[in-house]
């Protein structure tokens, strides 16, 4: 009768530690859903020269108007797009936005990607390529470090006007467009030349396509499904298709800017850019000294 007692005694003592293991973990789990976000590195660029945070703080100080005429690096026919008679067809009553320098430029060869692919790359996949890089040494993280590590990539990303007119491309770039000019390859194309194992989402959600982003990532660092998340988005131009819609449907603003709930508003002023941010949970980010 004693051992049948003890063994009761046993069953219930594992019982109540299996409990206290249970509400622990639960505890943890509710603290993590709580638990802050850091920011711990950042990267972009934005027209009027933006390419760092610092540039873009200064341009914002200084108000500077970063709106410009359409860029003649990207084979446009600048000369005859503009129009100012919104019905006639193939044309845009406007001919100014904001537009990221060099945006058709590319280091190549710092990824290890050939050049007909680098060619066919839709540009956005470009900027953020570079952006993930910058942003992680604005970190203090050597990215060659990350290979194999749970780091997630969340990008947003709407603009996908990039090889639609395959008739002009040149000789053996057209191999590539199967995956250089989708949007769902823009993060995976990140979390690939980086060697990430985290998530790697793409989202289009119109306008708000990198808060969802940020958002999402914010989620996954705290449901533990990635240990440090790129999140942000990329908007690049590569041909005028937004603005001769727009203007068929009077919707354009007729200088290029934005007079957002202002009294003089006449319609969207078009703009590109990169932002990255580099995420981690608060307690991760103190642990390993980031800043």
Do not use: K
């Not at 009761?8 to 709580?34: F, G, M, P, T, Y």
């Not at 590195?41 to 108000?63: K, Q, V």
């Not at 050939?114 to 540009?123: H, I, N, Q, V």
């Not at 780091?151 to 057209?174: K, N, Q, W, Y």
Request: contains cysteine.
């Amino acid at each position: 009768m004693t051992t049948d007692n003890e063994q009761i005694v046993e069953a219930l003592r594992s019982a109540l530690i299996e409990l206290e293991d249970v509400r622990r973990v639960n505890e943890q789990l509710a603290s993590r859903s709580e638990e802050p976000i850091a920011i711990v590195g950042m990267s972009c660029r934005y027209p009027g020269g933006a390419s760092s945070p610092e540039a873009l703080w200064d341009l914002l100080e200084d108000e500077v108007d970063a709106i410009g005429e359409f860029p003649d690096d990207r084979g446009w026919d600048v000369a005859n797009l503009y129009d100012p008679d919104p019905d006639r067809a193939g044309t845009s009553y406007t001919r100014s936005g904001g537009f990221v320098p060099e945006a058709a430029g590319f280091d190549a060869g710092f990824f290890g990607i050939g050049p007909g692919e680098a060619l066919a790359m839709d540009p956005q996949q470009r900027l953020l390529l570079e952006g993930a890089w910058e942003a992680l040494e604005g970190a203090g993280i050597d990215p060659g470090s990350l290979a194999g590590s749970r780091t997630g990539v969340f990008a947003g990303i709407s603009a996908l006007e990039h090889g639609l007119d395959r008739h002009s491309l040149p000789a053996g770039v057209e191999d590539y467009l199967s995956v250089s000019a989708l949007g769902s390859v823009v993060s995976g194309r990140v979390a690939y030349a980086f060697g990430f194992e985290g998530p790697a989402i793409s989202v289009d959600t119109a306008c708000s396509s990198s808060l969802v982003a940020i958002h999402l990532a914010s989620q996954a660092l705290r449901a533990g499904e990635c240990t440090l998340a790129l999140a942000g988005g990329v908007t690049v131009l590569s041909t005028p298709g937004p603005f001769l819609a727009f203007s068929r449907q009077r919707g354009l603003s007729v200088d290029g800017r934005c007079r957002s709930f202002g009294v003089g508003a006449d319609g969207v002023g078009f703009s590109e850019g990169m932002g990255l941010v580099v995420l981690e949970r608060l307690g991760d980010a103190l642990r390993n000294g980031h800043r």
